[in-house]
């Protein structure tokens, strides 16, 4: 087994929840946030040496969405062959296969960061996250068995599966991620 790295594993959890291949030829990752377009387009850039486009696009509703394409029919088969296949459906991706737990943890993050949110519930703050995907969701769950953060999983009427997770392990999951430093500092941060 190869290992793909801290900063290819977080891509490719983004990918899983907000991206697609564009016909073989690429990958697009999708977001509503400026500044995280542009982080995705830099880590893209140091990942694959090559710089991805960035696009805006605004719906008629007015709310906006930063496309970033990194036009390489490499990365499009690496990705293909990392999730099981081109067709990148929710139901149908294959859990990667990681080879150490920084990037399990890298790759949960970039997951998170694509599709989970954070509220509160019952005077705590709790994370959810969404997919229709069996085994990708039980991935995730076995990657937070192996962290030691306990999570609650859950199969909806529409057929998605849920994971809750609270405080005080919601804590001790960001804590582990910040730990794993899945993204290269910013200008002027230190990761001490």
Known sequence: ?????????YLLGRFFGDGWFEDCKGIALATSSYSDACMLGDLMQRVYGR????KLR?????????????????VSKRYASLLGGFKKKS???LPPNLCNKKERICFLKGVIDAEAWVYMWRGRLRLSLELYNYPMIMFIYEILVELNVKAWLSKHK?????????????KNLFTLIDESNCLPARPGESRL
């Open 158 to 170: 529409d057929g998605a599966y849920r994971l809750d997770i609270n405080e005080p392990h919601l």
């Open 91 to 93: 139901k149908n991706s």
């Open 58 to 74: 605004v719906y008629s509703d007015g709310h906006k969405l930063y496309i970033v394409r990194l036009w390489s029919k490499n």
């Open 51 to 54: 710089k991805p486009r960035l």
């Open 1 to 9: 087994m190869q290992c793909i790295g801290e900063y290819e594993s």
